[in-house]
């Protein structure tokens, strides 16, 4: 059985049906110059998760952007790049913290 990853239909406005699912991992990267690739990867993702620092990324990208909520599944690392106001605010909502 053959098989092929495109990994461009992952950046359409819905995931085919057809498709296993995908989960992404943010870094502590700059995401505004993803743009609206990142609302559209995380909106097809069936798992989120932020490594540390990309905690208070995502978090930015929420306050700018009322209309989507960004909560991931889960945030690991260490949580030494994580800012109080950011961890206090995703420990209210449905989120997983792995340290």
Known sequence: MESSWKP?????ETVEEDSDGFGLIVLAADL????????????NAVCRVCADGAANRVHDIEDKDGDLKYIPDIICGDMDSVRPEVLSHYQLQVCHLFI
């Open 32 to 43: 505004n110059e993803v743009g609206p690739k990142f609302g559209r990867l995380w909106k």
């Open 8 to 12: 461009g239909r992952l950046l359409g």
